[in-house]
């Protein structure tokens, strides 16, 4: 199928599988500081499933995760080595893989109350100046509001790679997908639209909430007639409510096998979705089978 490109998976929940220091609050960066080959061979796994795309492992380098001491100190420097260790895989690989540089939530996962914007875009410049060097494009991800977005947004324009910007949805199935913030999937797309951006992308939620909001995006994209990329990448967690503290608890996970994602997937694709990776808790294993599913067409 060469219209469908195919994104990895979640690194953090992958990281743990494999056996790489995994702890809250630290989440993915404890491997950054204790174990950067835990890193690399992650990323590996991933190409090797087929993993077209692969993202930089700077998820969990900002305060919220490493506190604000050892972000003073080292949440540039590990960023980068993210970064590195990202084209080090890529190179190591000898395909043809893009990297993505990652953009996570500067305040904390799936909680728009807590966006600050001076502090967003000063964590986000952070960021950024870390990763550019080494990555081919830039994905926002878990953007939980307009506002969050459009303080993103600022910061990345200062490059001329593609920037893709990944909303999380509220797990509820209804006929007008939101954001976590509550505003709409159709609002969210009509400012993305205005602001020149390459792609919008629905992550880190629920398989069922994803196919609405690709269909709402792409009908918004087709009227306007621009040059906009739909990606989707789900996790496989339990649905998850308003008042959730991401470093409280470890989410629980739901069984959601390899061909069970695909048929998902298969519904993305039907929507308008051309980019289809994983968040967290999907593993090589499913990140397989979506390029199989790819390379049979």
């Known amino acids: ?143 939980a509001s307009i506002a969050e977005f459009e303080a993103i947004n600022q910061v990345l324009s200062q490059t001329e790679k593609p920037c893709h910007y990944a909303f999380t949805l509220q797990d509820d199935v209804t006929d007008i997908p939101k954001l976590r913030s509550g505003e709409t999937v159709q609002e969210a797309t009509i400012k993305l639209c205005q602001s020149g951006a390459s792609g919008i992308f629905f992550n880190c939620s629920i398989p069922e909430v994803m196919e609405q909001a690709i269909a709402e995006a792409k009908a918004i994209i087709d009227a306007q007639d621009i040059d906009v990329v739909i990606g989707v990448f789900s996790n496989s967690f339990t649905p998850i409510g308003a008042t959730h503290e991401a470093n409280d608890t470890i989410q629980s996970m739901r069984e959601l096998s390899p061909q069970d994602y695909l048929e998902f997937a298969k519904q993305w694709h039907q929507a308008g979705a051309t980019i289809i990776g994983g968040c967290c808790g999907i593993y090589p294993s499913h990140i397989k089978a979506l390029a199989e599913w790819r390379d049979s067409k």
């Not at 809250?24 to 061979?41: G, K, R, Y």
Request: net charge negative; glycine share 6%.
């Open 1 to 143: 199928m060469t219209d469908v490109i195919i994104l990895d998976g979640g690194m953090g929940r992958e990281l743990k599988r494999i056996g790489a220091p995994f702890t809250q609050p630290q989440w993915s960066a404890q491997a950054l500081i204790e174990s950067p080959n835990h890193v690399e061979q992650a990323h590996r796994g991933f190409i090797e499933a087929g993993a077209q795309i692969i993202t930089v492992n700077s998820y969990a380098c900002v305060p919220f995760h490493l506190g604000e001491a050892l972000y003073q100190e080292r949440g540039a420097e590990l960023a980068r080595t993210a970064a590195k260790l990202a084209r080090e895989a890529v190179n190591k690989s000898n395909q043809n893989v893009v990297i993505a540089g990652s953009i996570p939530p500067a305040l904390g996962s799936y909680r728009p109350d807590l966006f600050e914007p001076v502090k967003v875009k000063e964590i986000t410049q952070t960021l950024f100046e870390a990763q550019e060097e080494y990555v081919d494009l830039w994905l926002a991800e878990t953007v």
